[in-house]
T-cell receptor
């Protein structure tokens, strides 16, 4: 499975946009980019996924670089409930998810 | 969105006993379920993948005789920790997906089960 690199932590202010980066330089052509988040003592929650084109849903947007070696999860207006560990995962055709350490997002009121 | 439940949410057991954890997909049929384990301040580690009606596939280093997985129906998978020891204390999380084969859909996670072995 392709390896991902994310910052250990990021900080944001409430109601401001947040851009969470992820590098995945060894991604192959058929691998999907998935994002999940996890609040303390809870199971992960699906956020968004994409292949080549940028994606939007009610939770976030996913911007994928043209060469697909990096992507950015965008939270348009951070709230206190968005504070969590965000995982960027490259999912291959066997559809298993390999979780890295993720990015701990802190949202300041 | 799809909902996955786990039962119990937490359990305390004595060393040497066995514990069963249930994972249910409440509003969709889960052709594939996954079991993860998460130690404090660490990331999730995949333990095994189970497809309905067939034997589970365990990740390297996970003892299949110790962690028994049964996926008897499209809405239920169980994980039994046999002869539990304190080092098995962890947060066990299941997930489910409704697409078989090389599916491209997201996984839906349960809320997790906190196991403490005394």
């Amino acid at each position: 499975d392709a390896k991902t690199t994310q910052p250990n932590s990021m900080e944001s202010n409430e109601e401001e946009p947040v851009h969470l980066p992820c590098n995945h330089s060894t991604i192959s052509g058929t691998d999907y980019i998935h994002w999940y988040r996890q609040l303390p003592s809870q199971g992960p929650e699906y956020v968004i996924h994409g292949l080549t084109s940028n994606v939007n849903n009610r939770m976030a947007s996913l911007a994928i670089a043209e060469d697909r070696k990096s992507s950015t999860l965008i939270l348009h207006r951070a709230t206190l409930r968005d504070a969590a560990v965000y995982y960027c995962i490259i999912r291959s055709s066997n559809y298993k998810l390999t979780f890295g350490k993720g990015t701990l997002l802190t949202v300041n009121p | 969105g799809a909902v996955v439940s786990q039962h119990p949410s937490w359990v305390i057991c004595k060393s040497g006993t066995s514990v069963k954890i249930e994972c249910r997909s409440l509003d969709f049929q889960a052709t594939t379920m996954f079991w993860y384990r998460q130690f404090p301040k660490q990331s999730l580690m995949l333990m095994a993948t189970s497809n309905e009606g067939s034997k589970a596939t365990y990740e390297q280093g996970v003892e299949k005789d110790k962690f028994l997985i049964n996926h008897a129906s499209l809405t239920l998978s169980t994980l039994t920790v046999t002869s539990a020891h304190p080092e098995d204390s962890s947060f066990y999380i299941c997930s489910a997906t409704g697409l078989a084969g090389a599916g491209l859909g997201e996984q839906y996670f349960g809320p997790g089960t906190r196991l403490t072995v005394t």
